[in-house]
């Protein structure tokens, strides 16, 4: 039995390989190849040689080109070491501490060198270590690309597996079906006859549709094995480039005799690397280009290293913080100079002894250099305010942010087993400010699967599941959505209309009521591509319609008006149920959607086609249709006819096609429907569902023979005219259609893609579309995610034919410019109106909008528009438009794609998103953040991002606080000790303060601070809006915290030296010397720091309460340990705190009452801050965790509706928008049934007989 | 479906990971605000008191000797009579005793705009030369007073040493001699472990320079604690250091004679020299500062608090009022 199946599968194949598609088509697929002077061969941008199935020859020089090895990596063995140690010390920071770290080796250096050096050598250590790692994966990477193995001709005939980097230019390949093309490749011959092949483009420009690639006639005889022994020829072709439709070659090729023969070679007959090929059982080609001189790798870019805004500020605040450090070391120096390197000063203080054997910092004969070497000690003491602990802290607490969101469980999707992944962890905090999401659409918000949802039939539509926003918005409205049909319907179509309508509904109540029902049926009908329920089609129940003929005639043009061909169904046979495989993944679904309804497709020949078919009797027959012409879909036509002769002797001429275009070419009795179908259409595809039109017409026997003469000669003319006059002779046939209806296929959305986009709509984020696909797809999609909905005002720009036939920049540019233009007035005219704008931007249009005159206006156009729809867009143009968004608008951007066409945008973006779905790595390999699903966006940046920014926000603002706090002690000290350099604290003090003593409290804000609750965070969208305005990081903040810095600074010293200065500090008489002044000041630095932190964090968990306060645990048990040292270790803090200042009352209340005199300020703008201008996330605060809770249940509905950001976008805004819609038609109805009530003759007669009766 | 789990990597729960952990979400209502002025209030002002009063106990005099002590002959030229060994600086003070001194009494000497602090001062001296006898050689921090002119290492070495203070003060009432103990004025940490007792001095002060006092090497170096007190530098440049104890008690009004021996040198640099002479409690000498400040504080955060009180009564902000969230301030545009 199993033998059997494989025997027929074979045979199945075979056939399926006789079929000769180019007896089929009409048209060739590809646009013609622009007109190139061939004479250029041989001059630059035309040099390359290619000798094929010799690659031999392109061993040596001048023949000699790169190896088909890719490699993606930054770095290798030898360069890792200078150039990340490069990368690193481009860092203005990194350099301070170098500089900083090679003097304190020096005797300059007032504390122990080590203290300045390993933090250095660990944050430098920590960077080169990180970048070390993901260059180790791109390296992996690489090597599971480099050793995929493909078969290549070795002479004789024989075709064995190489690996691709062993690939070179001119060898001959065999590529298999599904497999990836390893490089550029010339088409010699395919599995196919004719020598096409199908190719799928995804990874290049993300297009699902098939592409077809053909050969030149002459290379077709090359479709064996074998006869490649003998096969010689020359290619002359362009130089490398990035553009992936522009191909410029000859094939010089011939027998022997006549070897100069050559043939023009055109985009059709080239194989792009990282394309796939589909359909095909098998191709041979040629390799052309190799390695990085393919179109796909010179369309990559390097990949950038980002750095968050965040970050980048920080660097500023780094340069104020150099500045105030350069100016306390200049003041130091130059005081130092002063007032030691004056001859009468330095013999008035004798007791130093300046002029006697003196070291260079103090000499008064030369008072330049001893005040540059004071200058650079001042710039080692006052390091403390320059951070080096924040680099090391940011990257540990980035660190753990980042396994926290890998680790959320929310995060992880159960289907694909993945979570989201965070790869480069410096951009957390980036994930808090989004204001604009640039979105790929293929795989990201569809899933890449198209289901047959609804047709129309007749005049009647079937399969009526009413969507989602009618739904919402009757539930709100608390009608129910019969009635709500009524009125839809009832102000503006036939009474049927209505009445079918009803039915609808009622069905739908019943599935909805019959709720166990509906799961059943859904058992039954798990068909891939089908989602399609109404029990008057499904089996058979369409037989007892009104008009049956019509019906056979709608799946008949469903069944046989494709390019498909049916495959042989693996898994079960038995069902007798087949697949298909097509050009579009929508055709494949009207098959499965006819095969359902009873009209199977099931073979295909050379001329015929079969299909079985029901009977109006019930019963099942086969029949055979003569194939006479195929007229193709193209993007221009818009349609896609077939002409066959049934098994009577009928023509017919079966055709689909976008809407506008079957219309138009409607015969006068073939428009019965066209009224119901046209309220159909509107609704389906404001539904985002992809609409097409079928039709029919018969023709006579006499008017085919006509036409087909006609159609022939066109056929066979040479030359660019041709497609011209094929699409004339084509129109003459599709003319007098007659209209049967229209069907639905849904693109499937990802799970959750509407929700998600609804509430980061609400959050104040844009979404913008950029696909590769074409422009009904993408609108289609932007109806189905909620981007557009029907009341939008849309703007279409693209190039008007004209412009675009003269093929001139200037008209082009003046077309679009005007089309901005007009556009843009309208957006000044209707901003007060508040109206939703959309704008659809085409591919080529883009082009040229993007260019450098007319990008301003463009940009300024699509940022006034509340959603914008880029479509037909190649990698290049995503990535610049990412980048023109971002510098246009100054907005931070974040891409999300899947699939290697979007790399270039997720590394432009400054925050890219792969999605790691099923497509290749590539993406993921590019992004910052990995998800399997998009709709975890909303997570990540609502509840993660939001957190992150804060924490971060939070974290650097209270290092450059305590740094200065701590740094600006020192220079205080300076202006009490002349100025020589002498310092307060002992150097082990200074140590401990960013290790033990203040760190890990910091650290725990930044990774576990939370100002509310996960779920709050999404029930306040508005949250959000505080990261994109970036309050928590404004200059304002950041100048305040230094200012509180400087403040809490100059009190604790300030307080020390007063109260301690002069009078004995303990009962026995005891005054304070340098080490009691030191060890007190300390500690009240200590004390306020960590309070001062305590006062910022709004989340205590044991972790907070056990670092803060176990930080000044600390410091006391080292300064007890530290103490107990015998001298020789602990110099003059011997015994400090036991016997000196621990046992003193004074140094107790001292450190109390500066601690609490430096927190104050703060205190009090903290206080005032809250009860008068407090904060969303304050109040909200408040509202939620208050003691009691403050706000009843209503209010916090309310609160959380109302701060969603009014947008236009996302499905509430549709369902409101609907709402809004409905209750002006109810209103109108009511005052139409009011007036026609009074107005009416019986109501008066009422009326007055009821004032009779009184009477 | 085991397959897939053992594949998947699904994170595993823990409320840390999840962060889930059970937090305290302090919130600064009125009443947090109002209670920690309070608080601080409450406490600040009696702390102060306490303190102020303590201060107030304390019995200071001081008496600035360095300008009265050069005589009328030399007040234009100081430095030629300090310098001058030849004649005698003995000079007589009287101090009024305000209010009864109970002992012990401590004796100080002040001097200011001294910059004990100074780096290179700081610098010069070696600890391991102070506690260890071995270690006479160590001298290496000690540059310009570290060797003699022949080469011998300085014992105890480095400026700080060499510019010990050596005025001395002799003190009478009512005729009958006030004993001035020196004895344990210093820490116990110097004279126990810093200072060596079998380290003596050697070849201090003989060179050409003389810089202060002079030290017996009979005596070893944890017993001389006039030179231990100086050995702990000053953190600021006016400074008191412990010149000794006076173990009787002082009536009130009672007047002392001092006898000042006015040899330190610092008119050079334009110092000050004070005999002071005071009385202790448990925060130490005289310090009214610190009661006020406490005092000032304590105040100021009960003025905040009735504050607090009063607007809230008057003018209260709802907790959790939602007309302050920002989308229902802000007009919707």
């Avoid at chain 1, 250029?40 to 390359?48: A, E, T």
């Avoid at chain 1, 010799?54 to 790169?66: A, E, F, I, L, R």
């Avoid at chain 1, 309804?597 to 027959?621: A, H, L, Y």
């Amino acid at each position: 039995m199993a033998t059997q199946n494989v025997e027929t599968n074979k045979k199945k194949k075979k056939k399926k390989g006789k079929v000769k598609w180019s007896d089929l088509y009409t048209f060739s697929c590809l646009r013609p190849p622009p007109p190139v002077n061939r004479s250029d061969f041989g001059h630059p941008g035309f040099s390359r040689v290619v000798f094929c199935n010799d690659s031999g020859m392109h061993k040596t020089k001048p023949y000699k080109y790169p190896t088909n090895d890719v490699s993606t990596t930054k770095y290798n063995v030898v360069t890792f070491l200078p150039k990340s140690l490069f990368e690193q010390f481009r860092r203005v920071a990194n350099l301070y501490f170098l500089l900083v770290a090679v003097l304190s080796v020096t005797s300059l250096a007032p504390f122990s060198p080590l203290s300045l050096i390993a933090p250095l050598v660990f944050v430098v250590g920590i960077s080169m270590l990180k970048e070390g790692v993901e260059d180790w994966h791109r390296f992996l990477q690489d090597l599971e690309v480099n050793s995929r193995k493909v078969k290549v001709h070795i002479g004789n005939g024989k075709f064995v597996d190489r690996s691709w980097k062993v690939l070179r230019v001119g060898d001959v390949v065999k590529v298999i079906k599904n497999e990836y093309f390893p490089s550029d490749l010339l088409l010699l011959s395919s599995s196919y006859e004719d020598g096409v092949c199908y190719v799928e483009t995804m990874n290049l420009d993300g297009e699902t549709n098939l592409k077809i690639k053909r050969c030149l006639e002459c290379t077709l005889i090359f479709d064996n094995e074998q006869k490649f022994d003998k096969f010689k020829a020359t290619i002359r072709c362009e130089d490398p480039n990035s553009s992936l439709y522009t191909f410029v070659a000859n094939l010089e090729f011939g027998d022997e005799d006549q070897l100069d023969s050559s043939y023009p070679l055109s985009p059709s007959q080239l194989l792009l690397r990282d394309s796939k090929l589909q359909n095909t059982d098998y191709v041979y080609g040629v390799v052309i280009f190799t390695g990085r001189d393919t179109k796909v790798v010179r369309n990559s870019m390097n990949s950038p290293s980002k750095r968050s805004r965040v970050e980048r500020k920080m660097d500023h605040v780094i340069y104020v913080l150099f500045f105030m450090l350069l100016l306390i070391s200049l003041i130091t120096s130059i005081g130092s100079v002063l007032y030691t390197d004056q001859p009468q000063t330095t013999k008035e203080w004798w007791y130093l002894r300046l002029l006697d054997d003196t070291d260079a910092s103090f000499d008064p004969d030369k008072p330049l250099i001893s005040g540059f070497l004071q200058f650079l000690r001042a710039l080692i003491l006052y390091g403390y305010l320059i951070p080096i602990s924040l680099y090391v802290s940011i990257e540990v607490v980035k660190f753990l942010q980042a396994m926290l969101i890998n680790n959320d469980l929310h995060l992880f999707d159960e289907m694909s087993g993945k979570s989201v992944e965070s790869r480069t962890s410096n951009l957390n905090e980036e994930l808090g400010q989004v204001e604009m999401i640039l979105s790929d659409k293929t795989g990201t918000l569809t899933c890449n699967q198209m289901e047959f949802r609804k047709c129309s039939i007749e005049g009647i539509s079937y399969g009526g599941d009413v969507n989602e926003i009618v739904r919402a918005a009757s539930q709100r409205m608390n009608i129910d959505i019969e009635s709500y049909r009524f009125n839809l319907d009832g102000a503006d179509s036939t009474p049927r209309d209505s009445i079918e309508m009803v039915e609808i509904s009622s069905d739908q109540n019943k599935i909805d009521l019959n709720a166990e029902k509906g799961i059943q049926n859904l058992g039954v009908m798990a068909i891939k591509g089908f989602n399609f329920r109404d029990d008057r089609l499904m089996n058979k129940m369409w037989l007892h319609g009104s008009n049956v003929w019509d019906m056979i005639m709608f799946f008949r043009v469903m069944a046989l008006c494709h390019t498909g061909i049916p495959v042989e169904n693996g898994e079960e046979t038995s069902s007798h149920k087949l697949k298909y495989e097509a050009e579009s993944p929508e055709e494949v679904t009207f098959l499965i959607a006819a095969q359902e309804f009873g009209f199977q497709f099931c073979r295909r020949t050379q001329s015929s086609m079969f299909v079985k078919e029901i009977d109006p009797s019930g019963f099942e027959v086969e029949r055979e249709y003569k194939l006479l012409n195929l007229l193709e879909f193209s993007s221009s036509r818009k349609r896609m006819s077939v002409i066959v002769r049934d098994e009577v002797g009928q023509i017919f001429l079966f055709c689909k096609g976008a809407d506008n275009i079957i219309f138009d070419r409607l015969g006068d009795g073939g428009r019965t429907y066209q009224h119901a179908t046209t309220i159909h259409l509107a609704n389906y595809a404001e539904d985002g569902l992809r609409t097409m039109v079928f039709a029919y017409r018969k023709i006579e026997d006499s008017e085919y023979e006509k036409w087909s003469s006609t159609f022939t000669k066109a056929k066979v003319t040479i030359g660019h005219e041709r497609e011209e006059l094929l699409e004339n002779v084509s129109e003459t046939i599709e003319k007098d259609l007659v209209l049967l209806g229209a069907v639905a296929v849904d693109d499937k959305l990802q799970d959750g893609v509407a929700e998600c986009i609804d509430k980061l709509a609400q959050a104040g984020l844009k979404i913008w579309l950029l696909t590769g696909d074409k422009k009904e797809t993408a609108v289609n999609i932007g109806f189905a995610c909620s981007l557009l909905r029907h009341d939008m005002k849309q703007f279409h720009l693209s190039l008007s034919r004209d412009a675009e036939s003269k093929n001139q920049l200037k008209a082009m540019k003046d077309d679009i410019l005007n089309q901005i233009e007009a556009s843009y007035q309208v957006t000044v005219n209707e901003k007060t109106k508040d109206d939703p704008l959309a704008l659809v931007v085409d591919g080529k249009a883009l082009e040229i909008a993007l260019t450098n005159d007319i990008r301003d206006r463009f940009l300024q156009l699509a940022v006034s528009c509340a959603s914008v729809i880029c479509c037909r867009v190649s990698p290049k143009q995503k990535a610049l438009i990412t980048r023109l968004v971002k510098r246009y608008t100054g907005k931070m951007t974040l891409a999300i794609g899947d699939g290697a066409n979007d790399v270039g945008m997720i590394q432009e973006a400054d925050i890219g998103i792969g999605i790691s779905g099923m497509e290749g790595m590539q993406a993921v390999m590019a992004s910052d953040f990995s998800m399997p699903q998009f709709r975890f966006l909303e997570r990540l940046l609502i509840v993660h991002g939001h957190w992150c920014y804060k924490r971060i926000s939070k974290m650097i603002l209270y290092f450059v606080y305590k740094n200065i706090v701590f740094g600006l002690t020192l220079f205080y000290y300076e202006l009490y000790s002349k100025f020589s350099g002498d310092v307060l604290y002992d150097g082990w003090y200074m140590v401990m303060f960013n290790l033990f003593l203040t760190s890990l409290p910091v650290i725990s804000l930044g990774v576990l601070e939370q100002d509310v609750s996960s779920d709050i965070c999404l029930q306040f969208p508005a949250l959000y809006q505080q990261g994109q305005k970036g309050i928590f990081f404004s200059w304002k903040r950041i100048i305040g915290w230094m200012g509180n810095g400087i403040l809490t600074s100059l009190a604790i010293f300030i307080l020390n030296v007063y109260i301690l200065s002069l009078s004995a500090f303990r009962q026995g008489g005891e005054v304070v010397d340098i080490s009691h002044l030191g060890v007190i000041t300390y500690t009240a630095v200590v004390w306020t720091v960590n309070c001062q932190i305590a006062l910022i964090i709004t989340h205590f968990t044991w972790i907070q309460h056990f670092f803060i306060w176990g930080s000044i645990l600390c410091w006391y048990i080292f300064l007890l340990f530290y103490g107990a040292l015998p001298p020789k270790y602990s110099h003059r803090e011997f015994g400090l705190l036991v016997e000196a200042v621990g046992p003193a009352p004074m140094y107790w209340i001292v450190v109390l009452f500066v601690v609490v005199i430096s927190l104050l300020p703060y205190f009090i703008y903290m206080v005032i801050q809250r009860s008068f201008y407090p904060m969303d996330d304050h109040v909200i605060q408040e509202m939620k965790y208050g003691r009691k809770i403050v706000v009843d249940d209503e209010t916090w509905l309310r609160e959380k509706q109302s701060s969603r950001k009014a947008t236009h976008i996302g499905f509430s805004a549709r369902v409101d928008a609907k709402i809004l819609h409905l209750k002006d038609q109810l209103h109108k109805k009511r005052m139409f049934i009011i007036k026609s009530i009074t107005s009416s003759p019986i109501r008066r007669s009422i009326t007055i007989s009821t004032l009779e009766n009184r009477d | 479906m085991d397959q897939k789990n053992k594949n998947s990597k699904k994170p595993s729960y823990s409320r840390f990971s999840q962060q889930e952990l059970s937090a305290w979400k302090p919130i600064l209502t009125p009443g947090w605000v109002i209670a920690s002025f309070l608080t601080i209030g409450a406490l600040f002002i009696p702390v102060g008191l306490v303190a102020l009063s303590a201060s107030d106990a304390v019995v200071e005099i001081v008496d600035r000797y360095d300008e009265e002590c050069i005589p009328d002959a030399y007040s234009m030229d100081p430095e030629s009579f300090i310098q001058n060994p030849d004649i005698k600086k003995t000079c007589v003070r009287s101090l009024r005793v305000p209010k009864k001194m109970v002992a012990p009494i401590f004796v100080y000497y002040q001097l200011e705009n001294f910059y004990q602090n100074h780096r290179r001062f700081v610098k010069s001296r070696s600890d391991k030369q102070l506690r260890d006898p071995e270690a006479n050689n160590d001298t290496y921090h000690c540059f310009p007073e570290a060797r003699t002119s022949d080469g011998k290492p300085i014992v105890p070495c480095g400026l700080i040493a060499w510019s010990l203070f050596n005025d001395t003060y002799k003190l009478s009432t009512r005729g009958k001699p006030l004993t001035i103990n020196k004895k344990g004025i210093a820490w116990k940490s110097d004279t126990e472990v810093k200072f060596g007792s079998n380290v003596y001095p050697k070849d201090f002060q003989k060179g050409g320079l003389i810089g202060g006092a002079k030290l017996d090497e009979k005596v070893p170096l944890s017993e001389q604690e006039d030179l231990i007190v100086w050995m702990r530098t000053a953190a600021l440049p006016n400074f008191r250091k412990l010149y000794g104890k006076i173990d009787t008690d002082l009536e009130a009004h009672e007047t002392i004679k001092a006898e000042v021996e006015n040899n330190y040198n610092t008119y050079k640099f334009g110092g000050r020299k004070k005999l002071v002479l005071s009385t202790t409690t448990w925060i130490g000498g005289k310090n009214d500062f610190l009661g006020v400040a406490y005092i000032t504080v304590g105040g100021l955060c009960l003025f905040m608090a009735i504050n607090f009180i009063l607007l809230y009564v008057f003018r209260p902000r709802r907790l959790g009022d939602p007309s302050y969230l920002s989308w229902n301030r802000l007009p919707v545009a």
